[in-house]
């Protein structure tokens, strides 16, 4: 039982008493070092991209099944798990993507550094991929501070 929860629902289906706000939408990037081999063609769909090396972040199980099902609809056999490799700390992914022919992902401001160091570049997408963070309450009036959070919430993304 969660009072309040912010958070990634872009796919959650069911809202049973719970009151959702989309605060903001992010768009999630994949990169590479320049002289990845990656490079030398694209863009890349998703499905193309989650047959490549990945490492990345925690992969919540709505976005592992959006990735089966990537995979399922070109045809993909034997559906690897994706990512092989995966940790949320973005100075281990960056490193490994920096160094390595490994491509990781992540929204723009957590790859901005690397980016903006030549040390990664954007790899080339035929589609955008987002996801929305969300504020969830069963009851933002259930008490005064969760009321007070709520409104505090709702104002601080509205500007």
Not at 65 to 73: Q, S
Not at 85 to 105: C, F, K, N, V, W
Request: proline content about 5%; aromatic content about 8%; glycine content about 6%.
């Amino acid at each position: 039982e969660i009072d309040l929860f912010i958070g990634d629902l872009t796919y959650t289906t069911k809202f049973e008493d719970i009151k959702v706000m989309v605060l903001e939408k992010r768009e999630v990037i994949f990169a590479a070092r320049p002289g990845n081999q990656i490079f030398s063609g694209g863009p890349y769909s998703l499905a193309d991209l989650l047959q490549k090396r990945l490492a990345l972040p925690h992969i919540h199980r709505y976005w592992q099944t959006t990735f089966d099902n990537a995979l399922k609809a070109v045809g993909a056999t034997g559906l690897p798990r994706v990512p092989l490799i995966e940790s949320d700390d973005y100075q281990t992914l960056t490193s490994l993507a920096a160094t390595t022919d490994i491509i990781t992902a992540g929204t723009p401001e957590q790859l901005e550094e690397a980016l903006a160091a030549g040390k990664l570049a954007r790899v080339p997408m035929t589609a955008k991929i987002q996801y929305n963070i969300c504020c969830a309450c069963r009851d933002p009036h259930a008490s005064e501070a969760l009321e007070f959070a709520w409104k505090a919430i709702a104002d601080n993304y509205r500007a």
